[in-house]
Structure formats: structure tokens, C-alpha cells
């Protein structure tokens, strides 16, 4: 069994920074690709970025530059480093991961969910 964890979610006023974390833990042999999305109040969720096992990265176009992916693989953690938000960043910021287990089966798990809220 896989759980992915997400912190560091809370109230920042527009400006501001926060970072967040998700740890993997559980039944893993090894992590690939892991990543955050996001979901506003009635909108669709949406990528924010991604990080291969070995560092690539990738963003969503809109917020190059402002946020920041990266990982420790030796700790099974994804962090998203947050600057300048905005109140159009306020949102769930969901974690997930491409998992192979110790059975050596391969899935993709999410986390609960982080509450980012940013006010003007």
C-alpha cells in the first residue's frame, strides 16, 4: 500500500511564498515521474508541473517563473516552491506519483490534497 502526503498549504496574502511538500511512503521499490495539479472552486483540476526521477522538469506555461518543482529521491519527497502568489493561485494542490511497488506493480497515486488560499 502507497500514500502520498501532502503540507504546507495555507493562507498567504498576495505577494507572498509557501512552499509545499508530499512525501511518498509505504510499499514502494521506486518513484518515477511525480508532480502537482491544482483544482479552483469550479474549475477543472489543472497540471502545474512535473519532475522526472532524474530532475527534468516541466511547468505549466502561466507559471514559469514563479513556481518552482524539485524532489529528494532519498527522502521520496516532491516539494513546489510558491513566489509572488496570487489570489488566482487559490486552490487544492494535489500531489501524485508513478509508484512501482514491491510486488513490482506500477500505478499512479494522488495525495488528499493542500489547501492554498491567497487573499488580495
Known amino acids: 500500500q502507497v500514500q502520498l502526503v501532502e503540507s504546507g498549504g495555507g493562507v498567504v496574502k498576495a505577494g507572498g511564498s509557501l512552499r509545499l511538500s508530499c512525501t511518498a511512503s509505504?510499499?514502494?521499490?521506486?518513484?518515477?515521474?511525480m508532480g502537482w495539479h491544482r483544482q479552483a472552486p469550479g474549475k477543472q483540476r489543472e497540471l502545474v508541473a512535473t519532475i522526472t526521477s532524474w530532475g527534468h522538469t516541466a511547468y505549466e506555461d502561466s507559471l514559469k517563473g514563479r513556481f518552482t518543482i524539485s524532489r529528494d529521491n532519498a527522502k521520496n519527497t516532491v516539494y513546489l516552491q510558491m513566489n509572488s502568489l496570487e489570489p488566482e493561485d487559490t486552490a487544492v494542490y494535489y500531489c501524485n506519483a508513478d509508484v512501482t511497488d514491491r510486488r513490482f506493480f506500477s500505478d499512479n497515486y494522488w495525495g488528499q490534497g493542500t489547501q492554498v488560499t491567497v487573499s488580495s
Open positions: 509505504g510499499s514502494i521499490s521506486s518513484l518515477g515521474r
